[in-house]
């Protein structure tokens, strides 16, 4: 093994990154170093990489950041038995505690005390990372190797599908990013009977179409509700999974929810947003779910479960392959609109 | 039987009521004759009596109002079975269409087409009230007879109470009206181990400590939020019951509401509500649920159990008990804040 | 509209059954008369057809049996306003009380006092049928039309498939009946990533293969169980569906159940049957369902979303199109096992 | 802190234990070592005692007892932070194994590779005793100290209790050991309405009635089922307990519970069960549930909390107190049926 690695490094209180040699970790006790072969981006990478005023808030360089990938286990620290060096390994990048009510009553998603590697903690651009054990995830040989970066976002949106009933259920979709496209995907494969995507970007779209989306609309355009409405009869959609943080989005979708219907919020306002709490949740006997990462590790099973039985296809939103070097590029394409997922190889 | 009865007619669109002889309804098949014993109080009559703009929006004169009551069968119309004369009875007065979506998947509380009798027909501040079969509700002798006219607001609360899990939590409801002070009374029965209420009034402040309240405070106090986290271990609570609608008792609700915590709200906001929702619902994992009516017949079935095993007092929240032709009366003690529920009797 | 129509009636305490023309019913209020296009044959028929001592039990000639149709509005009784004459519809064959516990707390499919079509009542084996405004299902257009007699049975498998949590899960289905047969297609709409179906019939379990079962096997052959263990990395399978009632399937399904899982039973055993409750369900900590007909009416929703979405191919489970004069004939078919669902046509 | 300990001692492969002075173990990294103040005994530690078959199967002497207990930190193994020297502490004493798919899932509690100490390994039945910081559980000094050994077994009733909707609900127990007993009391507390208890032993029945049952019935008698099917309206029980493992009463049980209710099985039966599932289970739509342990962690918080509240009176439980040194005669007082719980105090 080599003494130094290749990492994206932000190095200093202020945009930009830096790639950097760097020496490679040694695992402690309890955790487990991995050769890095892919690692995907984020848009919380870009929000470090911009250095926007909530990085400023969280983020303390020198910082390996990084939190979606895959790879092979290269040393293992003392006392790590869940894996042995060679096998191919994700992992859950959100650190829990482990102690407090909400890890030990089966919400360590939500954990008090948190830290996220690859935001608080070295993540995963770079030629290694290190992981607790408990968080490492085995992949099956059945998973797609190119999807295996991408199980932190597609995490979320198989937590969100599948926080609530979908079989036969009409769905609409606010938002088409990674996680919304994803979502798209996830719900077709259980069973979700009719999925309107909602985009206002016209080649996220596209995508949607591509994902099985049975309709794909642009929420800035006329009629956009009264469609979706008369195609479900009037009555609305059974299920919202809200996926951008848009108030507009918020609006637009809490509109389609059918009385008695139920809305999952991933998307995260930047701000308060105002809505009709009586009309929109209260007199519709509406359940609204908070979602927040994915569940340790239910959410990794089910994943797990649906990529090995073939049943999504994530190609679409694959648009970029470039090097890790290539980082400052990644970002230009995100910030550009063009691309979607964007998955980063180690040198 | 009489043929003419007394009545409480809302005789015009301009606020007021007047007190009348009227003629005795006939029930029609599929119908039941009621003579009123007592009839009780909402706020939404005092919306009918000062013909505020909701009231104008929705009522069409002339009206007989009240949808909380009991009483006994007095005739039945043809094809009648569930009950017979002088049974001893209440009634769910949202009469829902049976036939939409909602109506046959369980959910016939939040109908599509929902009548509400003395709102959108004729109600029961009567000396006879007209109802439909499927409507009535039989009471056990075992409640006690006094509380059979508050089953309607009752079952408010105890609907939005055991929306979820409360056994072994902590609760918090802010706003303490007549369901509000009902909904301390059935956590506690059904196994809440703390209940803090918030309430602005001093009076219903005095009153939800009488409910069994564990602790009661005044929300525009200082440190009421740290108060309640310091109480809960710097958790926060498990459960949040929301009875007021008002802005500001949201906004501290949700701050005092745990991380992977339940909120029901019931309260009825009367404009769109700013709320942050990235740090009240979604980072927190919480689940929020909009409450309306009570599920038909679940939540009275459960209701009647609750109170045929003598688990729950309402003695506290009955401020006054007034003849139906006191109405003018009832409505000042109402907008005084001096009553919380008051009950009528026609003579 | 003829006044006589064919009909198919037990006309005696005795084993067959006649082929007749008796007058056609008049519908009374609150009912719908349908003609006929499609009845399909049940195990119950056979029951009734060979008087056994179930049937000797529960059926009162002279009766016309049959409870699985579909055809259009002929008539309307007085008030019904759900249908209108020349709708296509199906029905809901279990007629509840509506006034028992379970009929007003979403439970009428277990109505303590149901009355069965075609069981206690005349039923669908006839030209015209007469049915409840509440029973009747209009029929949406995009349903495929061959499909529409078999909603009561697919309604048992959409019920028993989507009594829990299906997707990413793994499924075994022991029998492999018109039930068991659907519902390995409903499971596989519905996200379940592998479904193991277990069948002692070749014909069924090449059938089973059609509709989509991933692994098919005869229980009778040496180390079912031990395959099926293998296949889900020791762990066993995530979901039970018993669909036989017979004491060994339902032995073998619960070695097959995993720790923590769901067994969902709808075959009906025909006496008692003895159990390793401590090994089989409650070191398991396992969840076991009894599952009886169909919910008024989600299960209906469902199943009417999962057709039009068009996500289920019924066709290999029917193997006989028959004319309703053809009764015996279609009894001998099933009697044979050749047979699997046989659709009838009245002339 | 002294070098040696008294402890019970299960030294040989046959009936009875010895009190011996054995070593004060040392807690290795992630152990904590904890003085013990009172430990309970539970019907598994008579079958160790008493060298049953089951004893026999699983028992590796020489093995220290005992896996109820609570007592108070004495020293603290490499990286332990959860506690603190002369913290009060109790513990879950199943050790999940925390890597297959029940311990990543929410299931610990029915982990594929559990030990219990006291049964696997050495438990409580000593002047200290060794666990793993993870199954620590500090003790909220609002929990009155007696009650704090018991932690184990009132988990069972908790967990049992819990695992459904128990408010406004009636429930019949059947077996009323220790954990029978404390379920009447949790049952009551959480909004039970009518609780039957049946029970052969005369004593525990008197026990029950002082625990809060409504009604207690000795299952032996002539009309059991009648009486509480009368007192329910001819319905059933909402919810059975069942916590005998006997046959009989498991027969009982089901023919008292309602249709569309929950049964709930935390009572061992020795060998297989002979029931009749299509009555009581199918046709009843009935859901059944292995219980086994407590939920890691949520049923100690709920059993906490309800601690805490003073809301759980279980003096009338605790029979006996005794030396540890008097383990036999503790033995022999629940050989004879005398005794319920026995709490033993290390001198």
């Not at 005390?113 to 490492?136: K, M, S």
Request: charged fraction near 15%; charge should be negative.
């Amino acid at each position: 093994m080599a003494s130094t690695m290749q990492a994206v490094v932000k190095a200093q209180a202020a945009p930009g990154v830096e790639i950097r040699e760097v020496p490679v970790p040694t695992p402690g006790p309890g955790e487990v170093l991995v050769r890095v072969q892919a690692a995907s981006v984020c848009g919380t990478d870009l929000h470090i990489y911009e250095w926007d005023p909530w990085a400023q808030g969280r983020i303390h360089p020198p910082l390996i950041p990084g939190h979606e990938f895959a790879g092979a286990v290269a040393a293992l620290g003392a006392g790590v038995t869940a894996v042995k060096e060679g096998d191919l390994v994700s992992a859950e990048m959100h650190v829990a505690c482990g102690k407090c009510l909400q890890c030990r009553t089966g919400l360590a998603h939500v954990c008090q005390h948190v830290r996220i590697l690859g935001v608080d903690a070295n993540g995963a651009f770079a030629g290694y990372a290190i992981l607790p054990e408990t968080n490492i995830w085995k992949l099956s040989p059945a998973i797609p190797h190119d999807y295996a970066s991408l199980l932190d976002p597609l995490g979320n949106a198989v937590h969100t599908v599948l926080a609530g009933p979908i079989a036969a259920k009409t769905v609409a979709i606010t938002g088409c990013g990674a996680i919304g496209l994803f979502s798209i995907a996830v719900a077709k494969a259980c069973g979700a009977t009719r999925v309107f995507a909602l985009e206002v970007n016209a080649h996220r779209r596209a995508v949607a179409a591509e994902m099985g989306a049975d309709l794909v609309l642009d929420p800035g355009a006329e009629g956009v509700a009264e469609q979706i409405l008369e195609t479900t009869g009037g009555t609305g959609v059974d299920v919202l999974l809200e996926m951008s943080g848009h108030p507009k989005a918020m609006e637009l979708g809490f509109s389609l929810l059918r009385t008695g219907g139920r809305a999952s919020l991933l998307g995260i306002p930047s701000r308060p947003v105002e809505l009709d709490f009586a009309r929109d949740i209260i007199f519709k006997g509406a359940t609204v779910q908070g979602i927040n990462g994915r569940k340790m590790f239910e959410t990794w099973f089910q994943m797990e479960a649906l990529l090995a039985a073939n049943m999504l296809n994530l190609e679409p939103v694959i648009t970029h392959r470039l090097k890790l070097s290539q980082f400052a590029e990644a970002m230009k394409l995100l910030q550009s609109g063009e691309a979607i997922k964007v998955i980063l190889k180690p040198e």
